[in-house]
T-cell receptor
Framework: NAGVTQTPKFRILKIGQSMTLQCAQDMNHNYMYWYRQDPGMGLKLIYYSVGAGITDKGEVPNGYNVSRSTTEDFPLRLELAAPSQTSVYFC?????????????FGNGTRLTVT | AQTVTQSQPEMSVQEAETVTLSCTYDTSENNYYLFWYKQPPSRQMILVIRQEAYKQQNATENRFSVNFQKAAKSFSLKISDSQLGDTAMYFCAFRISAQGGSEKLVFGKGTKLTVNP
């Protein structure tokens, strides 16, 4: 049971470059999330999705885009990388809304923008 | 504003002893869920324990238990018989479902716990 799979694990980008962080889950979860974790901080929500074709902004969406064409996949796109986007990115999924369903997290992607 | 405050950036405990991590939160919602997540050096986020706000009984999971005080908006985590493998960052979080289908999971800044042999 793979759970939530994120790729890549590490990436270094130059300022202005673009990249896509991949996230896939095999648990048939409706809800998927992208968080970023800055050093010494908790997680902040970037974007989330309640199902295929539906996405919405979280706390810190600027500089990012997402899509949800299938239930399984929820890629995060950085179009013009900036040093402020240096962070660890976590994808997560959950089954139900309005429940005590916990989040299942991927192992994270460490991104450095220089 | 909906916030989570973990007032202890770092804590340490001797192996086999008990430690309590504090967490307070602020929300005007009545229905929400509270969680403690553990993040070991491997970086993976692992659910430790959860609590429904409408339940008065404190949740327990083996060596982990919570002291949930809804009126005080407090949700502390007690770890009994601490083990070396408990060394990790611990994040308190609460989750609410808002109108229009939006969803919020708000995290605290974390407490770094070190269990010493």
């Amino acid at each position: 049971n793979a759970g939530v799979t994120q790729t890549p694990k590490f990436r270094i980008l130059k300022i202005g470059q673009s990249m896509t962080l991949q996230c896939a889950q095999d648990m048939n979860h409706n809800y998927m999330y992208w968080y970023r974790q800055d050093p010494g901080m908790g997680l902040k929500l970037i974007y989330y999705s309640v199902g295929a074709g539906i996405t919405d902004k979280g706390e810190v969406p600027n500089g990012y885009n997402v899509s949800r064409s299938t239930t399984e996949d929820f890629p995060l796109r950085l179009e013009l990388a900036a040093p402020s986007q240096t962070s660890v990115y976590f994808c997560a999924s959950s089954y139900l809304r309005q429940s005590n369903s916990p989040l299942h997290f991927g192992n994270g992607t460490r991104l450095t923008v220089t | 504003a909906q916030t989570v405050t973990q007032s202890q950036p770092e804590m340490s405990v001797q192996e086999a002893e008990t430690v309590t991590l504090s967490c307070t939160y602020d929300t005007s919602e009545n229905n929400y869920y509270l969680f403690w997540y553990k993040q070991p050096p491997s970086r993976q986020m692992i659910l430790v324990i959860r609590q429904e706000a409408y339940k008065q009984q404190n949740a327990t999971e083996n060596r982990f238990s919570v002291n949930f005080q809804k009126a005080a908006k407090s949700f502390s985590l007690k770890i009994s018989d601490s083990q070396l493998g408990d060394t990790a960052m611990y994040f308190c979080a609460f989750r609410i479902s808002a109108q229009g289908g939006s969803e919020k999971l708000v995290f605290g800044k974390g407490t770094k716990l070190t269990v010493n042999p």
